[in-house]
């Protein structure tokens, strides 16, 4: 049994106009969503929407995941980084040296995103987003491995990488060190079981794989909230 990857979710303290930024960049509808609030739909093979729900938390310290936009050309990184700029996202320092070819941007809350330069090869059969980008050991590369069913298309030095038999962007993890914790994460995946599938035993062959519920604060019939081996949040939504 594996589990379908239904959106890379943002806590937002504004999610209207963040999902609208994101749909500017990318180029995809904004909906309503029962469940996120607001969502960004993918037109092309990504696989998963963006959801946008509000929080009171505020960000604190830079986030464990991030998307990778990959670039055409030296023009087209160009104009994707104009775009974004024009739409309220700012140029950060994570620590980039001025010979990397990538641009670091946040978004207008301050989430960071990469454009990657053109000619990347770790990329080049990838779509507009390329990954999402990962802080996160081995250990949790093979569970969502086994989670979702996506098989490995990296593994080398603690570093992994997965992708979707049907093609989409990549998820990846760095390995160690991992940055420390500075509160709840930004991102996070919601997934759910196939079509008619039974919440209670995903969840049971999630905990099974290393993954442990957490208390999500809240009574919520068609969710369960839990954490990864490296202990980032998800939820396993019930399917529709």
């Given at each position: 049994?594996?589990?379908?990857?239904?959106?890379?979710?943002?806590?937002?303290?504004?999610?209207?106009?963040?999902?609208?930024?994101?749909?500017?960049?990318?180029?995809?509808?904004?909906?309503?969503?029962?469940?996120?609030?607001?969502?960004?739909?993918?037109?092309?093979?990504?696989?998963?929407?963006?959801?946008?729900?509000?929080?009171?938390?505020?960000?604190?310290?830079?986030?464990r995941m991030h998307f990778d936009l990959t670039?055409?050309?030296?023009?087209d990184q160009q104009r994707t980084v104009a775009?974004?700029?024009?739409?309220g996202a700012r140029h950060i320092d994570v620590?980039?040296?001025?010979?990397?070819?990538?641009?670091?941007?946040?978004?207008?809350?301050?989430?960071?995103?990469?454009?990657?330069?053109?000619?990347?090869?770790?990329?080049?059969?990838?779509?507009?987003?390329?990954?999402?980008?990962?802080?996160?050991?081995?250990?949790?590369?093979?569970?969502?491995?086994?989670?979702?069913?996506?098989?490995?298309?990296?593994?080398?030095?603690?570093?992994?990488?997965?992708?979707?038999?049907?093609?989409?962007?990549?998820?990846?993890?760095?390995?160690?060190?991992?940055?420390?914790?500075?509160?709840?994460?930004?991102?996070?995946?919601?997934?759910?079981?196939?079509?008619?599938?039974?919440?209670?035993?995903?969840?049971?062959?999630?905990?099974?794989?290393?993954?442990?519920?957490?208390?999500?604060?809240?009574?919520?019939?068609?969710?369960?909230?839990?954490?990864?081996?490296?202990?980032?949040?998800?939820?396993?939504?019930?399917?529709?």
């Amino acid at each position: 049994m594996t589990c379908r990857l239904i959106a890379i979710r943002f806590a937002a303290s504004r999610p209207l106009p963040l999902a609208e930024f994101w749909s500017g960049v990318l180029g995809w509808e904004t909906a309503d969503d029962p469940r996120d609030g607001v969502a960004v739909l993918p037109g092309d093979d990504t696989g998963f929407r963006i959801g946008f729900v509000p929080s009171r938390e505020r960000k604190a310290g830079q986030n464990r995941m991030h998307f990778d936009l990959t670039s055409t050309s030296l023009e087209d990184q160009q104009r994707t980084v104009a775009r974004a700029l024009e739409l309220g996202a700012r140029h950060i320092d994570v620590g980039q040296s001025p010979q990397d070819a990538h641009v670091v941007l946040a978004d207008p809350e301050g989430n960071e995103f990469c454009v990657i330069e053109p000619g990347n090869g770790f990329l080049a059969d990838c779509g507009f987003i390329g990954a999402l980008s990962c802080d996160g050991s081995q250990e949790v590369g093979y569970f969502w491995s086994e989670a979702l069913g996506w098989p490995l298309v990296w593994d080398q030095d603690q570093e992994t990488a997965i992708r979707s038999p049907h093609g989409g962007p990549k998820i990846t993890w760095g390995g160690p060190p991992l940055m420390p914790r500075t509160g709840g994460n930004r991102l996070h995946f919601d997934i759910a079981p196939p079509a008619h599938g039974d919440l209670r035993a995903e969840v049971g062959h999630l905990l099974s794989l290393g993954a442990v519920r957490v208390e999500s604060g809240t009574s919520e019939d068609d969710r369960v909230a839990m954490a990864d081996p490296d202990g980032n949040e998800f939820c396993v939504l019930t399917p529709r």
